[in-house]
């Protein structure tokens, strides 16, 4: 493990079940051209350094990460199988229910406050998905630390007061 990856871990929030947003889990799959190599490495070394099974995902992540797959990349039979592949890797795919439906308002709160304070010191900002939204509601819910490659849904989680880790940050 390079020092930079030990860097990378030491300021995870490890010490937490870890969920994965949409984004995260497609850079992990086949990084585009906006991800390097580097930042592959990085969550394989995140990975290794906990028990897969506080790694999760939820169930409408996967129907957004095979949506990506079958549309975007036209990788059909990747998108079919996704939920088996995540599976199989160790990581726990877990339902998004009630409860954690309970968690969207906060998250819409956050984005409203976020998105203002953003635009009042001038700065483009962009709005939180669908499956954005999901994740985060999900993640605090569950009290588990939000991977996630995407700034803005970091400001927002950090808004809401969760502990939200970009893995390409270190």
């Known amino acids: ?18 969920l994965l947003d949409a984004c995260a889990v497609l850079s992990w799959l086949d990084p585009d051209a906006q991800e390097t190599a580097d930042s592959r490495a990085r969550i394989d070394d995140v990975f290794a ?5 506080v790694v999760n995902v939820t169930v409408p992540t996967v129907v957004e990460v095979a949506t990506v797959l079958s ?7 990747e998108a079919r ?3 088996e592949d995540l599976s199989s890797a160790g990581i726990h795919i877990v339902p998004f229910g009630l409860a954690e439906a309970a968690h969207i308002a906060e998250v819409l ?5 976020t998105r203002q304070a953003e635009l009042d010191a001038g700065r483009e900002v962009g709005r939180l998905s669908l499956g954005d939204r999901i994740a985060m ?10 991977v996630t490659t995407d700034q803005f849904v970091i400001q927002v989680s950090e808004r809401m007061g ?6 390409r940050a270190g």
Do not use: C, Q, W
């Open 109 to 113: 709160h956050a984005e409203k406050v």
């Open 162 to 167: 969760s502990n939200p880790y970009d893995y």
């Open 71 to 77: 549309r975007k990349f036209e990788l059909e039979e």
């Open 49 to 53: 350094a906990v028990d897969l099974t």
């Open 1 to 18: 493990m390079s020092e930079g990856s030990r860097a990378v871990i030491a300021s995870s929030p490890l010490g937490t079940p870890l």
């Open 137 to 146: 509601a999900a993640a605090e819910a569950r009290g588990d630390s939000l």
């Open 81 to 83: 199988s996704i939920g």
